[in-house]
DNA sequence: GCAAAAGTGTTAGAAGTACACCCATGA
DNA sequence: TCATGGGTGTACTTCTAACACTTTTGC
């Protein structure tokens, strides 16, 4: 499922990884695609798809999946976990994506089972790289749910969703893996917002970081906003862990 | 990674799934290992594995899961949950292992990426219907500590306990399926106490599933103990469910 | 009657929820 | 001076945690 050469032997032309990538952007979630052009029939068309490709033979799939983002986005050291196989044998069941994937393969394909990773990034750190010269675009997760992505990756994606969820709740500190260095309260309060889903009482809120230690208030303000400049938070990973280990013995 | 033959084609010789079920026999969590029986430098040896085997062409992952663990244990209909893809190039690393799977499975075997999945059960189920024919043994976690098991079983279910114990907090019900369907306070209380690894006070307990009403108190009491008779509870799926809809919206 | 496990209530502190107004800034 | 979003406190409710004795039963 990729675009680039490859120079090793392939494990086999039946496993595969797909990487989910997702940003904040101090509003909406949004997922990082790549664009795919194919033809079939003797039309073209145009549509985008999840970052992946299949493994190596002497390669780990956490391994892979490092590879695989860097070649298809150049994104470098990026935390990726795993969070679910995918191995319906109707993911293939699109003549287009088995077209699209064997020319770019240049092999026979049947059936694949791909193992999804995601990943959570500072939104501005893949986009100042020049995105465009990998054909990858950041997309809303509101605007997708218009678009039909390749193979099953729609579902691939909903099921990050619902994991984030979860992961979150176990590890807050994935949350500060999708904000810049500096945040204010109010991009926190709008990421907690957008990934359960429901709305934060402000004064709560406030309340609730305050006593939270590891979100460090600093001295440092917004600059030329046309309202109350809002106070910059850094999130200390350090102070977070020793919290962490006390509250779970 | 099975005894028994293909009548199918596989889908390949790189992808499988492996079982870790477990049961609860009032006191500990347990697991439902095969025996192995191999041969090595001439001597014999023998050991334990997961049920688990490579999966057929046109299979679903999860179908593949539910007909290997009927073919290796007898069970039907037991609720699986794929939890975690294992696919670190060197869980083959063991040429025993390698050895044992091509006599197995009659042809060379390489690179293994396995899909493990999770199922909790009554362990009565399993126990009635002769699990003596399928080589098969509960094994409690406690014992489990001084066994090496084939390929990178041992990691599987450590990974799988801690899958567990997230999984429950979000679906309560999931414990009860360890449970018999009578079962009292204190069975119910040790089984959270043995997941989440800590005491839990006996009368905050009672307090706290006289407010879950999907915990029902039955007229029944146990018999012939030579202490005061606990009272039987059963689990009200239904009245779990409307519970959950409302708290979640 | 004694050993063994079952069952029962109260209180204090922590955490969560609901709610409305003033503040700082640029245009 | 006004429009915009930032920031603050109090009262109430709910959840959690600590803690010790009486009840029932078989032997």
Redesign the interface.
Known sequence: MQNTLHNQPL??N??SVDCVVLGFDGEQLKVLLLKRMGEEHGEVFHDMKLPGSL?Y??????E?AARVLNELTGMKNVNLV?F??????NRTKDPKDVHWLERAMKQKV??I?T?AYLSLIKIDRALGKGLEDYQARWVSLHELQSLTLAFDHNLIIREALTYVR?HVE?NQSALFDLLPRKFTAAQLRSLYEVIYG?RIDVRNFHKKIAMMEYIVPLEEKEQGVAHRAARYYRFDKKLYNKQRVKRN?
Do not use: C, P, T, Y
């Open positions: 494990a086999n039946h496993i493994i033979m002497d390669e780990d799939l956490d892979a795993q679910k196989a995918f191995g319906s044998n049947e059936r089972v193992v979860q176990f429901r013995g």
